[in-house]
């Protein structure tokens, strides 16, 4: 079985903008975290993730107002309590790809100790495992 993706949409709205009129970094990478929050919520207790850093927000081109962003974000690397999540930010087109990154996320208990999560991510396709590679340099 392939690694689940999991989709959110936002519009990108005059509130969402910086001084320039496109989409503000600091919203995108909002919605950067959530997205990978929710592929790694699926996998594990959602009250015990934290997100420990953003690897990277590169963006191949202005946003707009008015236009739909779609965040597909899945887990592609895990260890005892590490959780790393792929987030793609696309447009309207499936192949436009807006920005690619990398964020991880630790599994804590109650006093914010890492906790292990018991979750094993298996790549299985080529894209997969060559994702999973990148995502092994960042940590």
Known sequence: ?????YVTHHLVKS?????????????TA???????????AA???PENI???KIHGMSFTRPVRRGEVVRFESRIVLTGKSRIVAEICMKGREPSDLVLEGF???VNV????????HGVTVVAETAEELEIQERARTLV
Do not use: Y
């Open 43 to 45: 996998l594990t207790r």
């Open 15 to 27: 509130e969402d903008l910086n001084h320039h009129g496109t989409l503000f970094a600091g919203r």
């Open 30 to 40: 909002e919605w950067f975290v959530e997205s990978g929050f929710i592929a790694a």
């Open 109 to 116: 208990d109650q006093d914010g100790k890492p906790l292990p």
């Open 50 to 52: 934290v997100c420990l």
């Open 1 to 5: 079985m392939a690694i689940p993706v």
């Open 103 to 105: 964020i991880t996320f």
